[in-house]
């Protein structure tokens, strides 16, 4: 299920990175065997009352003058436009209103997005309401005083936020062309791929009116079936800046990831897999998506009869979170085996939406069970009571159990195993819960 993206805007010292933190607060989700993913707190995954959102801050950096100033904040909330649902526009009431606030106003008022003005570093409400008004000037609305140092405000800010999210989700289910995201490190190809599909394939425009995506998304028929290319923008534009910075390549990452089913991991073969490409990899797998390990430039390599076996253990070493994926090996130069993603697609689409019958689960965990008995610790041995499947993308399941903290990491490991030899689940992860049941 694809969550909406909320992103923050605003200049240097207004207090993004504080606002971030407060609304993050301890739901930043840490996925331990993942590399490097979480650290960096550019986004983080947050849940208001019953709703649930991917946070991003796009700030980060220190300018030194001005004019650099506003050209960043153009930049961000370019970036903000393109890949978030909501906005939330931060400005401080202590320094008031000033001209580069003024132009990023006009941008997004533009972007016809929904933009929530935060007024921040309202500590004391009697005190600084009347400064709050001259925020009006800025013709989006109203303003939300808030404190983000105090955390004055931030239930209604986070009450506004979450009134801008479609109705459980209407929309999407209408909707059940696969969404697809190509990601990967800088030059691996990942437009060429696209340009590539684009070129054998039938393009469409979108007949689904009204969706703020159409300029960032394409459409692709392949053997008469629709399928979603998503923030296809980006890679498609020409004098693309190649030295994009860090952070925004992970924001765009994350966010086209949050919004598809299938996701495109490229790796290039020349340069072999690297520990960046874990990192990125980790944000899928994170997620819960369809990963497919796209392995491009296969024509420029020398090959004998050993390569791709080795080129495989490689790839199963740095990603090893995530042995579920298949492994492709294409060239976007030649297209060859390029038309076989979409059988691919297909496939991994079909796998995390697959359920099992709890009756079928229940027989390959008894008989797990028979061939491994399950760990004990202090004479107490783990029981294992009943599985259920809870849900899709990824599937999900429940194990009852007598005691959770006998349930070892690699006993789960062990089923799911089982669980994949009989079933396949290839190309996505599985998700456990473990459930006590006196
Ligand atoms: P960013 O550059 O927009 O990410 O801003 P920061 O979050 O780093 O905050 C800049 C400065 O403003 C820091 O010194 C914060 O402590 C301060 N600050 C942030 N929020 C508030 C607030 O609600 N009230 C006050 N008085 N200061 C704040
Ligand atoms: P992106 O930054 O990931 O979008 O990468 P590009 O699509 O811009 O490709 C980077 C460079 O790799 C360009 O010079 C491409 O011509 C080259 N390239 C892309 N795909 C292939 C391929 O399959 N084979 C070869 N030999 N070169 C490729």
Redesign the pocket.
């Known amino acids: 299920m694809s969550k909406p993206v909320v992103a923050i805007v605003g200049r240097p010292n207004v207090g993004k990175s504080t606002l971030f933190n407060v609304l993050a607060g301890e739901m930043i989700s840490i996925v331990k065997d993942t590399p490097g993913v979480t650290r960096d707190r550019i986004y983080a995954d947050v849940s208001w009352l019953d709703r649930e959102f991917t946070l991003i801050d796009t700030g980060g950096i220190e300018p030194e003058s001005s004019d650099i100033i506003l050209s960043q904040m153009r930049e961000q909330a370019q970036i903000a436009i393109d890949t978030a649902d909501v906005i939330i526009f931060i400005t401080d009431v202590r320094q008031g209103l000033v001209d580069a606030d003024s132009k990023v106003a006009d941008m997004l008022r533009r972007a016809r997005k929904p933009v929530i003005l935060a007024v921040n570093k309202v500590d004391n409400f009697h005190k600084f309401m009347p400064d709050v008004y001259e925020f009006y000037n800025l013709g989006i609305g109203d303003p939300t005083p808030v404190s983000a140092a105090s955390r004055l405000g931030i239930g209604d800010l986070l009450d506004t936020v979450i009134s801008y999210f479609p109705e459980d989700k209407e929309e999407e289910e209408e909707d059940d062309r696969p969404r697809i995201a ?1 990601v ?13 599909l684009l070129g054998e394939n039938r393009v469409i425009v979108s007949d689904i009116a009204g969706t703020t995506r159409d300029a960032i998304d394409t459409n692709i028929v392949h053997n008469g079936k629709e399928y979603v290319f998503i923030d296809t923008a980006g ?1 498609r534009r020409k004098n ?1 800046i ?1 030295e994009e910075l860090e952070r925004y390549s992970i924001i765009r990452t994350v966010t086209a990831v949050e919004r598809a089913d299938v996701v495109l991991m ?1 790796i ?3 340069e072999g897999v690297t520990e960046q490409d874990a990192k990125i990899a980790g944000i899928a797998h994170e997620r819960g998506k369809g990963i497919i390990i796209v392995v ?5 390599i020398e090959k004998n009869d050993k390569t791709m076996r080795e080129y495989e253990k490689k790839i199963r070493t740095v990603l090893s979170y995530m042995p579920y994926a298949e492994i492709m090996y ?5 297209g ?1 085996r390029l038309p076989k993603l979409f059988d691919m697609i297909d496939m991994v689409i079909e796998n995390q939406t697959l359920r099992i019958a709890t009756g079928v689960l229940n027989e390959i965990m008894t008989e797990a069970v028979a061939m491994q008995q399950p760990p004990s610790d202090k004479g107490k041995r783990l029981k294992l009571y009943y599985i259920t499947q809870v849900s899709v993308k990824p599937p999900t399941f429940v194990i009852f159990v007598n005691d959770k903290e006998l349930m070892h990491f690699s006993y789960t490991r062990y089923l799911e195993n089982k669980i994949r030899e009989a079933f396949g689940f290839k190309g996505t992860s599985l998700k456990f819960f473990i459930r006590e049941r006196k």
Do not use: M, R, Y
């Open positions: 190509i990967g490190k800088p030059n691996v190809g990942k437009s060429s791929i696209v340009n590539k890679l693309k190649k490229v290039d073969a020349v491009n430039k296969w024509d420029a294409v060239s976007a130069k030649t060859q």
